[in-house]
């Protein structure tokens, strides 16, 4: 999704909101589970998942995954919000309010 050069760059207000928000979203998230269910299958590459799944404790995974989300492009985050929706709906509403 986001290897192409016409890929549109992540709203800085998105990439703030995850900034803020991401304490709570390391500290709650499952990011097996969000790679699972994820809205979009080609947001994440197999190499991307491998990388971030090589991380051994789940916190680190999850900062593997926020690391990598703001390089995926302008839609990574309503992706990952979709799929936060349906994985984790406390963190969706957590993004969801940080952006108020």
Request: proline residues 5%.
């Amino acid at each position: 999704m986001a290897t192409g050069t016409d890929v549109k760059p992540m709203d800085d207000k998105h990439r703030n909101i995850l900034r803020r928000c991401k304490e709570m979203l390391v500290k709650d998230m499952e990011p097996e589970e969000v790679l699972l269910k994820i809205v979009d299958p080609l947001l994440f590459t197999t190499e991307d998942e491998n990388k971030i799944k090589s991380k051994v404790t789940r916190q680190q995974q999850c900062e593997k995954l926020l690391e990598m989300l703001p390089r995926k492009g302008a839609k990574a985050y309503e992706i990952l919000k979709k799929t936060l929706e349906i994985v984790h709906p406390h963190l969706a509403r957590t993004i969801v309010e940080a952006g108020k």
